[in-house]
Nanobody, 129 residues
Framework: HVKLVESGGGSVQAGGSLTLSCQQSEYDVRLMYTAWFRQAPGHEREGVAAIYRGQATKTYYSDSVKGRFTISQDKTTNTVYLRMEGLSPEDTAMYYC?????????????????????WGQGTQVTVSS
């Protein structure tokens, strides 16, 4: 089955930048959406960005990251990226990518419906002040 592998996490100082990658092992016609979620200790999981990977790409962002994070894709390599700029300690979390279709559960942070079919293992982002 499809595997999602995240990479690019690490430790940065406040104001710094990181780019996360989510490599999908194979093309799957069902996986029209890929989203990035994050979860910090003691906090609920939060959707931060999503991308519709159809012919007309569309992106979605939570209010907490809009203007600082950019989600993009490389269709030739089945990779979705999350460029994070202006990082603050509040962005410290484990970041997960997930892929699925545009039906099912409503995600209010992202303002889209998603049925997640596959999750990655996560990559840690730590921002120091």
């Amino acid at each position: 089955h499809v595997k999602l592998v995240e990479s690019g996490g690490g430790s940065v100082q406040a104001g710094g930048s990181l780019t996360l990658s989510c490599q999908q092992s194979e093309y799957d016609v069902r996986l029209m959406y890929t989203a990035w979620f994050r979860q910090a200790p003691g906090h609920e999981r939060e959707g931060v960005a999503a991308i519709y990977r159809g012919q007309a790409t569309k992106t979605y962002y939570s209010d907490s990251v809009k203007g600082r994070f950019t989600i993009s894709q490389d269709k030739t390599t089945n990779t979705v990226y999350l460029r994070m700029e202006g990082l603050s300690p509040e962005d410290t979390a484990m970041y997960y990518c997930a892929s699925g279709d545009g039906n099912g559960q409503w995600y209010p942070d992202l303002k889209i419906h998603l049925t997640i079919l596959f999750w990655g293992q996560g990559t840690q982002v730590t921002v120091s002040s």
